[in-house]
């Protein structure tokens, strides 16, 4: 089975940098996805990992190292639109996503 | 290009009664999912089908939800009867396959109340 751990909340201020972190523990990994979802909306793609490092991709980076089944997410320049839950999701060998509960963002001016 | 299609997008119910929802996937796309989201939690994968075969069902309440996807595209999800923990957001999402960089699409979700 998966379990997926990451913080239930996390406030920042506007224009600040702030780091999501999500620990798992899986039985097969075939790759790590973070998602936004805005309150009320479907949840939207943001980044994927299947190799340890760093992806960049404009403000938002995203990090993986296999071996201590850990992963976050940094997000850069905040804005008040970035408030949002951003969930940590890991897919198995059999190709099955589990996700974690997400972790609310508020961005304060 | 159209994304994930799904309908309606708000029902309420009372508890026991039936109901029925409709996804239509990114065209291409072989493999649906059909994800419940209860408020605060993240989505809960119920099923999973690659074309019209079931790749996973192993969460799916099966004494009340049935799920089908016929022709390999379209697919409905049904609860009977439902129950009051059933009220949640039911997603549906597709990808190319199950591959490891196949991104999930998801669609906007049906808000489903019982009553």
């Known amino acids: 089975g998966q379990n997926i751990d990451q913080p239930t909340e996390m406030t920042a201020t506007e224009g600040a940098i702030v780091q999501i972190n999500c620990t798992y523990q899986?039985?097969?990994?075939?790759?790590l996805f973070w998602y936004q979802q805005h309150a009320g909306e479907a949840p939207t793609f943001l980044s994927y990992n299947v190799l340890d490092g760093l992806e960049e991709k404009g403000r938002f980076s995203s990090f993986l190292s296999r071996s201590k089944g850990y992963s976050y997410l940094l997000l850069k320049e905040l804005q008040m639109k970035d408030s949002a839950s951003y969930l940590c999701?890991?897919?198995?060998?059999?190709?099955?996503?589990?996700f974690g509960d997400g972790t609310t963002l508020t961005v304060k001016p | 290009e159209a994304g994930v299609a799904q309908s309606p997008r708000y029902k309420i119910i009372e508890k026991r009664q039936s109901v029925a929802f409709w996804c239509n996937p990114i065209?291409?796309?072989?493999?649906l999912y059909w994800y419940q989201q209860i408020l605060g939690q993240g989505p809960k994968l119920l099923i999973q089908f690659q074309n019209n075969g079931v790749v996973d069902d192993s969460q799916l309440p099966k004494d009340r939800f049935s799920a089908e996807r016929l022709k390999g595209v379209d697919s409905t999800l049904k609860i009977q009867p439902a129950k009051l923990e059933d009220s949640a957001v039911y997603l549906c999402?597709?990808?190319?396959?199950?591959?490891?960089?196949?991104?999930?699409?998801f669609g906007p979700g049906t808000r489903l109340t019982v009553l």
């Open positions: 999402a597709s990808s190319k396959g199950q591959g490891g960089t196949d991104t999930q699409y």
């Open positions: 999701a890991v897919r198995s060998n059999a190709g099955k996503s589990t």
């Open positions: 065209s291409g796309h072989a493999t």
């Open positions: 899986t039985s097969g990994f075939n790759g």
